[in-house]
């Protein structure tokens, strides 16, 4: 059901996203510091929202269809934001095109493979990409400027999410090739038939 715990988590990515935009737009360092706080809660909620629903075995039709559209809104926005307000240092630009490209293509392999009722299974190394995905989101979010209201100014913030992200874009590369080839593999399955379907009628042809 949508109200359960797992999937009140998942409605929580979604949510966070507009205060997300709202603290992101303010330019001030502790509007940045809050910003970083919302997108890492609601970055912790993907891994506890499916942990959950495993150990009371609540696993949904709803929440399998909302979670992978609330990490993408969320991913997004956040590139978004930084990409439209100049957050992005030096080269970063391109790895984050790269990770925008690749989750676009999972989404329409998935909504492609599911008419076949092929599952796309996350992979251990998809895991891994989302961990540093996301952790560079949240620094960059956070920037120098957050860094300096928290006395962390000696610390290379802009350096450390530039790097997570750039690995975070390299395992994009192959893991998105590695679900492109699972789509590649069934794209001359022919999808099943629903029970309707096998019971009607031929089209009479002129």
């Known amino acids: 059901m949508p109200t359960d715990l797992p999937n009140l988590l998942t409605l929580s990515r ?26 890492s809660l609601a ?15 609540s696993i949904s039709g709803f929440g399998r269809m909302l979670d992978p559209i609330a990490d993408k809104l969320l991913v997004g926005a956040a590139l978004m934001l930084l990409a439209g307000l100049d957050r992005l ?10 990770i925008m490209l690749r989750e676009i293509l999972v989404s329409g392999l998935r909504e492609y493979l599911a008419e076949l009722r092929i599952g796309l299974p996350v992979t251990r190394l998809a895991k891994w990409k ?7 989101l949240g620094t960059l979010i956070a920037g120098e400027t957050g ?47 629903k029970p309707s379907d096998r019971h009607a009628e031929p089209a009479i042809r002129p």
Not at 15 to 39: H, Q, Y
Not at 130 to 136: D, E, I, K, S, V
Request: glycine share 10%.
């Open 147 to 193: 860094a300096a209201v928290l006395h962390l100014s000696f610390l290379p913030v802009a350096l450390i999410g530039e790097a997570m992200l750039w690995t975070a874009a390299a395992l994009t590369l192959v893991t998105g090739w590695d679900y492109l080839l699972a789509g590649l593999r069934n794209a001359g399955t022919t999808a099943p038939q």
């Open 43 to 57: 970055a912790i909620t993907d891994y506890f929202d499916g942990k959950i629903a495993r150990q009371r075995k």
């Open 89 to 98: 240092p030096g080269l970063s630009l391109y790895p984050a095109i790269l």
């Open 14 to 39: 979604i949510a966070a996203i507009p205060l997300l935009v709202l603290l992101v737009a303010l330019r001030t360092p502790w509007g940045d510091v809050g910003a970083c706080l919302v997108f």
């Open 130 to 136: 989302t961990g540093f995905q996301m952790g560079a």
